[in-house]
């Protein structure tokens, strides 16, 4: 039995397909095939199709539901998902796959209701099938087609009886369409979106493209009806506006003045209702009044600049997979706003319909991406690209049809964007030609298309912050990729977008504000969108039973790329990263100036003006509100600026005094309640006060045995109890568990570099110099009267770098306990370092795990190239949420800039180091080396014992996984560093 020619044709299928058209709210009938089917997998796709006739005996097939992806039922039955990311899981040899091809059939019947329509047409929706199908309806084949995020209608008005009827539904998990499909995300097989009957009436709304406008204040509708004459009178109603238009017929259609509309904008998304009512339909779209333009390189909604602050959204359910969940989507998109996301790009392929309804309600920018990727070929050269081979045209044409028919009328859409890494060539060229032919009203994107040969905007993914400033600045002569210089100018005379940047994975991305501040700088940037708003992590178990969230390599695939499919600003299980609070903060709609005794608040929004806001104050004695208020203020316009007086009187003769401002939802919205605050800033008012300096006692001798001070109880020079707790340390620690980033290979801050081969990740370079299994040798313990002096060397086996680290304990007057800790490395060692810090080692006293109270920064960990959204304040934490249950275990935790702790019966008090730098706090249940050796959460060891560090400095984070690396102002060089510390007890 060989294998059916449609696996071999690189069609988009046959058989009774009918073209796309927009997905609108309808009044002729519908009938949902959802629900449960019976399937039967085979392994190939080397089966007979006698089960298409309708006497065959499906009893013994199991039940599946529709929609859902076969791999994700229980127990593995029916195989299991698979994850790569840029290579095929199938050998290159298109437009062939292998006979290895998991096949699935799908059988129900269901009854055609007697008010099912006599005349007019029938046709069979299907929204989403990965990746290729073929149809039966009572035993006769309707057709054969692809395109696994692709809506497909077939004509199926010969084949459907009134009452009972059998479909038959074959797929095949791969196909010529699946070198199409190569995106960096899970292969999940099966009818994963609805499937649904539709009654076509002959004098129906077949289609409807409200094409709006919104110009010199007025907006306008200018509409493409599809419909036979017998549909006319055809009658257009906006009953908001008091809009009635009838025409007679076709010739008669045409634009007209929508005067007293409000626009639509992602800040105001402001939506009507439209009906479109023909003689045997009627049709309902909500549409908005908006228009797009490219003026030079200014990308402009409604005549004003937009920037995007957007996040790459995949679909992707821990459960689900890629099947649609409405409430989920929603909370999704409700989340993203309550982050100050204003932007949306559908990578890498149309999402659920519903979906863009949800943004035109919420209010994104969405750049609408098709189903097109032929990343696979890259490794080749690109060698037998599709996306340059003419046998592949007419596929590549369908795909981009089939997107832009679905979604035209979604205001929300400013960008059709023609697929993601398919190289470039001449089918790429020809899809940007039929959507300029189409839509000439929205721009064309293809980040692929590097010289600027058929796209409207200049993309790139992942550009340094020099590089992206450099194609940003007028008369910059810097080379940009794969570009003549008259190529490059072509590009400069472009809008420019980073439709990836900021690589989100695990700990991670460093660098946020960086990019905001060139964008905010240079018109012809227009932000970007992050990599990407979620982990795609699949609820699974281990084999005793515990729930995790899988990745690549956890469900036994052949090839795999493992935790890269974890690069979300949220985790699997919904939780926000610190990452996404850090995008909140860079981008914040309101940037507050503190200048002498004023703070100049700042509209950033390019159309809503501040009515929405609350503004308002506090002031805080270390930590603690003393005073605060509302300002009283006007609404601020888009764009404008408002200047108050800082409340003064407050500041504190002692400690530490800020003043925080915020802008706070005034009300409800539907993404969040009032009191939801989108902006902060703060305010040091601190007065300066010289510490005082203290003599370092002199008379040192040398010391053993038990040694008293304060609440410190030393053995043999090592701390072993503080307020009679248990305590170990300070031991010096210079490793850190290997961020994603740490991880990453990838390239460096030059853009010439960028092509490179992939360097030694940081990771790699600290094991090789044994940062993680450092050895100590306790040089000397002295006394003196009131303090302690230990000298350790540090160093790793084989090494002759080293570490020399004095410990200095002295028994202050008011009877706390101070540690100096001088680090001073030997010269000569190489690469960065991930910490400098010292470890206490605090193991359980029986009793529960007390809750931890800071004064410093918080409430999220923050690092040196990430905590803007990290303010001063006093916070308290249980020990678990300290730290971050990342996909694959890393460092977590560091919360910068410690003034106070509170841990036990323990206070701990930080004090800057003479250049003013202050140390930051983790406390942890694992070392940072039991943590680099678990590959999920669940791995790592129970734990008797918190760790606590207290770190002069961190290395920074970058977005090396796939980016740039830590920019070098936050990039950690051996160096000599200074720790100091009191302690006391207030319970004692
Ligand atoms: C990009 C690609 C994305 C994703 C990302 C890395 O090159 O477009 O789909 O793979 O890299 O996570």
Same mark, same amino acid.
């Given at each position: 039995?060989?294998?059916?020619?449609?696996?071999?044709?690189t069609a988009?299928?046959?058989?009774?397909?009918?073209? =796309?058209?927009s997905?609108?709210?309808?009044?002729?009938?519908?009938?949902?095939?959802?629900?449960?089917?019976?399937?039967?997998?085979?392994p190939t796709?080397?089966?007979?199709?006698?089960?298409?006739s309708?006497?065959?005996d499906d009893t013994?097939?199991?039940p599946?539901?529709?929609?859902?992806h076969?791999? +994700?039922?229980?127990?593995?039955?029916?195989?299991?998902?698979?994850?790569?990311?840029?290579?095929?899981?199938?050998?290159?040899d298109?437009?062939?796959v292998?006979?290895?091809?998991?096949?699935?059939?799908?059988?129900?019947?269901?009854t055609?209701?007697? =008010?099912w329509?006599?005349?007019?047409?029938?046709?069979l929706?299907?929204?989403?099938?990965?990746?290729?199908y073929?149809?039966w309806l009572?035993?006769?084949?309707?057709?054969?087609?692809?395109?696994?995020?692709?809506?497909?209608?077939?004509?199926?008005?010969?084949?459907?009886?009134p009452?009972g009827n059998l479909?038959?539904?074959?797929?095949?998990?791969?196909s010529?369409?699946?070198y199409l499909?190569?995106? $960096?995300?899970?292969?999940?097989?099966?009818?994963?979106?609805?499937?649904t009957?539709?009654?076509r009436p002959?004098d129906?709304v077949?289609?409807?493209w409200l094409?709006t406008?919104?110009?010199?204040?007025?907006?306008?509708?200018d509409?493409?009806?599809?419909?036979?004459?017998?549909?006319?009178?055809?009658?257009?109603?906006i009953?908001e506006?008091n809009?009635?238009?009838?025409?007679?017929?076709p010739?008669?259609?045409?634009?007209?003045?929508?005067g %007293?509309?409000?626009?639509?904008?992602?800040?105001?998304?402001r939506?009507? #209702?439209?009906t479109?009512?023909?003689?045997?339909?009627t049709?309902?779209?909500? #549409?908005g009044?908006?228009?797009?333009?490219?003026?030079?390189?200014?990308?402009?909604?409604?005549g004003?600049r937009?920037?995007?602050?957007g996040?790459?959204?995949?679909?992707?359910?821990?459960?689900?997979?890629?099947?649609?969940?409405e409430?989920?989507?929603r909370?999704?998109?409700a989340?993203?706003?309550?982050?100050?996301?204003n932007a949306i790009?559908t990578s890498?392929?149309?999402?659920?319909?519903r979906l863009?309804d949800?943004?035109?309600?919420?209010?994104f920018?969405v750049v609408?991406e098709c $189903?097109?990727e032929?990343?696979?070929?890259?490794a080749?050269?690109?060698?037998?690209?599709?996306?340059?081979?003419?046998?592949w045209?007419?596929a590549?044409?369908?795909?981009?049809?089939?997107?832009?028919e679905?979604?035209k009328n979604?205001?929300?859409?400013?960008m059709?964007?023609l697929?993601?890494?398919?190289?470039?060539?001449?089918?790429?060229a020809a899809?940007?030609?039929?959507v300029?032919?189409?839509?000439p009203?929205?721009p064309v994107?293809?980040e692929?298309?590097? #010289?600027?040969?058929y796209?409207?905007?200049?993309?790139r993914?992942?550009a340094?912050?020099?590089?992206?400033?450099?194609?940003?600045?007028d008369g910059?002569?810097a080379p940009?990729?794969?570009?003549?210089p008259?190529?490059?100018?072509?590009q400069?005379t472009?809008?420019f977008?980073?439709?990836?940047?900021a690589?989100?994975?695990?700990?991670?991305?460093?660098?946020?504000d960086?990019?905001?501040?060139v964008?905010d700088?240079?018109?012809?940037?227009h932000g970007?969108f992050?990599?990407?708003?979620?982990?795609?992590?699949?609820l699974t178990?281990?084999?005793?039973?515990?729930p995790?969230y899988?990745?690549g390599g956890?469900?036994?695939?052949?090839?795999?790329?493992?935790?890269f499919?974890?690069?979300?600003?949220?985790?699997?299980?919904g939780?926000p990263t610190?990452?996404?609070?850090?995008?909140a903060?860079?981008?914040?709609p309101?940037?507050?100036r503190?200048?002498?005794?004023?703070?100049?608040?700042?509209?950033?929004?390019?159309?809503a003006d #501040?009515?929405? +806001?609350?503004?308002?104050?506090q002031?805080?004695? %270390?930590?603690t509100?003393?005073?605060?208020?509302?300002?009283?203020?006007?609404?601020i316009?888009?764009?404008g600026t408002t200047?108050?007086?800082?409340?003064?009187e407050?500041?504190?003769?002692?400690?530490?005094t800020?003043?925080?401002?915020?802008? =706070?939802?005034?009300?409800?919205?539907?993404?969040a309640?009032?009191?939801?605050?989108?902006a902060?800033?703060?305010h040091?008012?601190?007065a300066?006060?010289?510490?005082?300096?203290?003599?370092?006692?002199?008379?040192?001798?040398?010391a053993?045995?038990t040694?008293?001070?304060?609440i410190g109880?030393?053995?043999?020079?090592r701390?072993?109890?503080?307020?009679?707790r248990?305590v170990?340390?300070?031991?010096l620690?210079l490793?850190?568990?290997?961020?994603?980033n740490?991880?990453?290979?990838s390239?460096?801050?030059?853009?010439?570099?960028q092509?490179?081969?992939p360097?030694?990740?940081?990771?790699?370079?600290?094991?090789?110099?044994?940062?993680?299994r450092?050895?100590?040798r306790?040089?000397s313990?002295?006394?003196?009267?009131?303090?302690?002096?230990?000298l350790?060397r540090?160093?790793p086996?084989?090494?002759?770098h080293?570490?020399l680290?004095?410990?200095?304990?002295t028994?202050l007057?008011?009877?706390?306990?101070?540690?100096r800790?001088?680090?001073?490395?030997?010269?000569g060692?190489?690469?960065?370092?991930p910490?400098?810090?010292?470890?206490?080692? +605090?193991?359980d006293?029986?009793?529960s795990?007390?809750?931890?109270?800071?004064?410093?920064?918080g409430p999220?960990?923050s690092y040196?190239?990430?905590?803007?959204?990290?303010?001063?304040g006093?916070?308290t934490?249980?020990?678990?949420?300290?730290?971050? %249950?990342?996909?694959r275990?890393?460092?977590?935790?560091?919360?910068?800039?410690?003034?106070?702790?509170?841990?036990?019966?323990?206070?701990?008090?930080?004090?800057p180091?003479?250049?003013?730098?202050?140390?930051?706090?983790?406390?942890?249940?694992?070392?940072?080396?039991?943590?680099?050796?678990?590959?999920?959460?669940?791995?790592?060891p129970?734990?008797?014992?918190?760790?606590?560090?207290?770190d002069?400095?961190q290395?920074?984070?970058?977005?090396?996984?796939c980016?740039?690396d830590?920019?070098p102002?936050?990039?950690?060089?051996?160096?000599?560093?200074?720790?100091?510390?009191?302690?006391d007890?207030?319970?004692?």
């Amino acid at each position: 039995m060989p294998v059916p020619r449609y696996l071999s044709e690189t069609a988009s299928g046959h058989g009774a397909r009918v073209p =796309a058209r927009s997905r609108v709210t309808t009044d002729a009938p519908e009938l949902s095939l959802n629900g449960i089917w019976r399937f039967r997998l085979s392994p190939t796709a080397n089966v007979t199709d006698d089960m298409a006739s309708p006497g065959f005996d499906d009893t013994s097939w199991a039940p599946m539901p529709v929609p859902s992806h076969w791999v +994700l039922g229980k127990n593995g039955r029916f195989g299991s998902p698979a994850y790569t990311n840029i290579r095929y899981p199938f050998p290159v040899d298109p437009p062939h796959v292998p006979d290895e091809n998991p096949t699935g059939d799908y059988r129900r019947t269901f009854t055609v209701p007697e =008010a099912w329509p006599r005349e007019g047409r029938t046709l069979l929706r299907f929204d989403g099938v990965e990746s290729m199908y073929r149809v039966w309806l009572n035993g006769d084949e309707v057709g054969v087609a692809t395109g696994s995020r692709l809506v497909q209608e077939f004509d199926v008005t010969a084949l459907v009886r009134p009452g009972g009827n059998l479909i038959v539904v074959r797929v095949h998990q791969w196909s010529p369409g699946s070198y199409l499909e190569d995106q $960096d995300q899970w292969w999940l097989p099966g009818i994963f979106r609805d499937v649904t009957l539709l009654a076509r009436p002959d004098d129906g709304v077949d289609d409807v493209w409200l094409r709006t406008g919104w110009e010199n204040g007025a907006g306008w509708i200018d509409p493409e009806i599809t419909a036979s004459s017998d549909a006319y009178p055809v009658t257009l109603r906006i009953p908001e506006l008091n809009v009635e238009r009838t025409w007679r017929s076709p010739a008669d259609v045409g634009r007209f003045p929508v005067g %007293d509309a409000e626009p639509w904008t992602a800040e105001t998304p402001r939506l009507y #209702t439209v009906t479109v009512h023909a003689a045997g339909e009627t049709v309902t779209v909500r #549409t908005g009044f908006r228009t797009v333009e490219i003026v030079g390189d200014r990308f402009l909604v409604n005549g004003r600049r937009i920037v995007f602050h957007g996040m790459n959204r995949h679909e992707t359910h821990p459960e689900r997979g890629r099947v649609f969940d409405e409430d989920h989507a929603r909370a999704d998109l409700a989340m993203m706003k309550r982050f100050n996301v204003n932007a949306i790009r559908t990578s890498h392929y149309p999402p659920h319909p519903r979906l863009l309804d949800i943004a035109d309600e919420l209010g994104f920018w969405v750049v609408l991406e098709c $189903d097109l990727e032929t990343h696979g070929f890259e490794a080749g050269g690109w060698a037998r690209n599709p996306s340059d081979d003419p046998a592949w045209r007419d596929a590549y044409l369908d795909r981009i049809e089939r997107t832009v028919e679905r979604d035209k009328n979604h205001p929300s859409i400013v960008m059709w964007s023609l697929g993601n890494e398919a190289g470039t060539g001449a089918n790429l060229a020809a899809m940007s030609a039929s959507v300029h032919a189409r839509d000439p009203h929205r721009p064309v994107h293809y980040e692929g298309d590097h #010289t600027g040969e058929y796209t409207d905007v200049y993309s790139r993914m992942y550009a340094s912050v020099p590089e992206t400033e450099a194609i940003g600045t007028d008369g910059s002569s810097a080379p940009l990729l794969e570009c003549t210089p008259a190529q490059g100018a072509r590009q400069r005379t472009k809008p420019f977008l980073l439709c990836e940047y900021a690589h989100a994975m695990g700990n991670g991305p460093g660098a946020l504000d960086q990019y905001e501040a060139v964008v905010d700088r240079l018109p012809r940037l227009h932000g970007g969108f992050v990599w990407e708003w979620r982990d795609h992590g699949i609820l699974t178990r281990t084999a005793e039973g515990v729930p995790f969230y899988g990745y690549g390599g956890d469900f036994g695939e052949v090839i795999h790329d493992g935790n890269f499919v974890m690069d979300g600003m949220v985790l699997s299980d919904g939780r926000p990263t610190p990452g996404l609070h850090e995008f909140a903060a860079v981008v914040q709609p309101i940037r507050f100036r503190f200048d002498g005794g004023t703070v100049a608040m700042e509209n950033r929004r390019r159309f809503a003006d #501040t009515a929405d +806001l609350e503004f308002s104050w506090q002031i805080e004695h %270390d930590g603690t509100r003393v005073a605060g208020g509302v300002f009283a203020l006007d609404a601020i316009p888009a764009g404008g600026t408002t200047t108050m007086p800082l409340p003064g009187e407050h500041i504190a003769a002692e400690g530490e005094t800020w003043l925080s401002v915020q802008a =706070a939802l005034a009300r409800d919205t539907a993404w969040a309640p009032a009191g939801h605050v989108l902006a902060r800033a703060q305010h040091d008012l601190t007065a300066a006060r010289p510490e005082a300096s203290r003599p370092r006692p002199a008379d040192w001798h040398d010391a053993g045995g038990t040694v008293a001070l304060g609440i410190g109880e030393f053995e043999g020079g090592r701390l072993v109890r503080l307020a009679g707790r248990a305590v170990a340390g300070p031991r010096l620690e210079l490793f850190r568990a290997p961020t994603d980033n740490d991880r990453g290979e990838s390239t460096v801050n030059e853009p010439e570099h960028q092509d490179s081969a992939p360097g030694l990740s940081n990771a790699a370079e600290w094991h090789g110099l044994g940062l993680d299994r450092l050895t100590h040798r306790l040089v000397s313990v002295q006394e003196a009267p009131g303090a302690l002096r230990t000298l350790t060397r540090v160093a790793p086996a084989a090494s002759l770098h080293s570490v020399l680290v004095e410990s200095v304990w002295t028994l202050l007057d008011d009877g706390r306990l101070e540690l100096r800790v001088e680090v001073e490395p030997s010269p000569g060692w190489p690469s960065v370092w991930p910490r400098i810090g010292v470890r206490f080692d +605090l193991p359980d006293d029986g009793g529960s795990l007390p809750e931890v109270e800071w004064f410093g920064t918080g409430p999220l960990e923050s690092y040196p190239d990430s905590r803007r959204a990290a303010r001063v304040g006093r916070f308290t934490s249980s020990l678990e949420d300290l730290t971050v %249950d990342y996909a694959r275990p890393q460092e977590s935790g560091h919360r910068s800039d410690l003034r106070e702790l509170l841990f036990g019966p323990v206070r701990l008090t930080a004090l800057p180091d003479l250049r003013g730098r202050r140390p930051g706090f983790t406390i942890t249940r694992h070392t940072p080396q039991q943590v680099a050796d678990a590959a999920h959460p669940h791995e790592l060891p129970a734990s008797r014992t918190s760790y606590l560090f207290i770190d002069a400095a961190q290395h920074g984070l970058g977005s090396r996984a796939c980016g740039p690396d830590v920019w070098p102002d936050f990039a950690l060089r051996p160096e000599a560093r200074t720790i100091r510390l009191r302690f006391d007890s207030p319970a004692h």
